[in-house]
């Protein structure tokens, strides 16, 4: 079974563009998971989604957006870019159908911004 | 505000030997799960070992258990027979039932010595 998908692998953008990520989750697997990861504020989780609903957001500016497809694959975009949202972005898939499961990491995206 | 716990930023330990990395969910739920990852230099984050907070005994996969302390709600990660590709980030995460959201400790950066 194919793991997790993530595209691009590495980007670079100027302050005040936008960038969308995408993410491919496991086969059958309908819940995918993002997470900001910075040297300084460690995993921070953004939001989870699950048949193409939002279940679930963490403490990020309206900039932060994302939004899943009917084949569960997900994407996410940021708007105005700071210097800050410089990160590796994680996605994470699992079933996720009562909310115990494992989550399955693809190999994040990395974005500077400068 | 619920809260992963690891005190220790860096541990060494002797090729063979094995090694305990500690883990506690501050959550007032008493449903809920304790996951590890490992993440490699390479960046991408792997599964090992899950507990769930009614489960009658502690989580064993080969080489990976976990000391499940219910009253303290912790999930240390015992490491046997440690090798040296064990050398990685290793994170703690937890999720309360039904919340979809997993929340991650600061890690621990565990290093092992020929």
């Known amino acids: 079974k194919a793991g997790v998908t993530q595209t691009p692998r590495y980007l670079i953008k100027t302050r005040g563009q936008q960038v969308t990520l995408s993410c491919s989750p496991i086969?059958?697997?309908?819940?995918v998971s993002w997470y900001q990861q910075t040297p300084g504020q460690g995993l921070q989780f953004l939001f989870e989604?699950?048949?193409?609903?939002?279940?679930n957001k963490g403490n990020f500016p309206g900039r932060f957006s994302g939004r899943q497809f009917s084949n569960s694959r997900s994407e996410m975009n940021v708007s105005t870019l700071e210097l800050g949202d410089s990160a590796l972005y994680l996605c994470?898939?699992?079933?996720?159908?009562?909310?115990?499961?494992?989550?399955?990491f693809g190999p994040g995206t990395r974005l500077t911004v400068t | 505000a619920q809260k992963i716990t690891q005190t220790q930023p860096g541990m060494f330990v002797q090729e063979k030997e094995a090694v305990t990395l500690d883990c506690t969910y501050d959550?007032?739920?008493?449903?809920?799960?304790l996951f590890w990852y490992k993440q490699p230099s390479s960046g991408e984050m792997i599964f090992l070992i899950y507990?769930?907070?009614?489960?009658?005994q502690n989580a064993t996969e080969g080489r990976y258990s976990l000391n499940f302390q219910k009253a303290r709600k912790s999930a240390n990660l015992v490491i046997s027979a440690s090798q040296l590709g064990d050398s990685a980030m290793y994170f703690c995460?937890?999720?309360?039932?039904?919340?979809?959201?997993?929340?991650f400790g600061t890690g621990t950066r565990l290093k092992v010595l020929a």
């Open positions: 989604y699950f048949s193409e609903t939002q279940r």
């Open positions: 995460a937890g999720v309360t039932s039904g919340t979809y959201k997993y929340i």
């Open positions: 507990q769930g907070s009614y489960d009658q």
């Open positions: 959550t007032s739920d008493p449903s809920y799960g």
């Open positions: 994470a898939s699992s079933l996720a159908v009562t909310g115990g499961d494992e989550q399955y």
């Open positions: 086969s059958g697997h309908r819940s």
